[in-house]
């Protein structure tokens, strides 16, 4: 929402209108009925940041924020899945900004989730932006799930090759008298 407000250079005081007219379904309830409690024109002379803070305590009550801390401190990437991962951090890190305030924390607990063998080169590759971070990921993700497929494909072409050549070579199997 402040990227938005920047964005159309929404003056001050019309913040929390501006904002308040994108609220959908239940949340457009609540700031109605918040309305008719304290009336209109004291609702809209809220600012920004008292508004916030109404927000989170009707909609991000203590233990929810809890359940995203730890989930974005055991977030990491799972089954080779970038997209996921990536997309599930910047979800976590927007929502509870307390954790990585700073790019630099964002940076850091983003590489901490990779996978050992990527995560060791991301370090040395030293990325100073979460999108460069994500970007050399990916790129070393690609490679090693390329380099996995072509093994994969000359392990497969081996095996089918021994096994045309040991066709019709074995011995037949004998059969025990009892």
């Given at each position: ?5 920047h ?6 005081r ?5 904002a308040?007219c994108?609220l959908?379904?239940?949340a457009?309830?609540w ?10 024109d004291v ?5 920004w940041r008292?508004?916030l ?6 909609y ?5 924020i ?7 401190w055991?977030l990491?990437?799972?089954n080779?899945?970038m997209?996921t ?10 929502m509870?900004t307390k954790?990585v ?7 850091e607990?983003?590489?901490g989730?990779?996978?050992d ?6 370090i ?10 994500v970007r ?7 490679k090693?799930l ?7 494909a000359?392990n497969?072409r ?6 045309r ?5 074995q ?6 008298n009892?």
């Amino acid at each position: 929402m402040e990227t938005v407000f920047h964005i159309s250079n929404c003056p001050e005081r019309y913040l929390v209108k501006y904002a308040t007219c994108t609220l959908l379904d239940s949340a457009l309830t609540w700031w109605n009925s918040h309305k008719r409690i304290i009336g209109t024109d004291v609702a809209y002379a809220l600012s920004w940041r008292e508004l916030l803070k109404l927000m989170t305590e009707v909609y991000c009550p203590r233990n929810e924020i809890q359940k995203m801390e730890t989930e974005l401190w055991n977030l990491s990437v799972k089954n080779n899945d970038m997209a996921t991962y990536t997309q599930r951090f910047q979800e976590l890190t927007m929502m509870y900004t307390k954790m990585v305030p700073e790019e630099e924390d964002q940076v850091e607990k983003f590489i901490g989730g990779l996978p050992d063998n990527i995560q060791g080169n991301v370090i040395a590759a030293e990325p100073t932006r979460l999108q460069d971070a994500v970007r050399i990921a990916n790129h070393l993700m690609d490679k090693k799930l390329k380099d996995y497929a072509v093994r994969n494909a000359e392990n497969k072409r081996r095996l089918d090759t021994n096994h045309r050549d040991n066709h019709g070579q074995q011995p037949p199997l004998k059969r025990h008298n009892t």
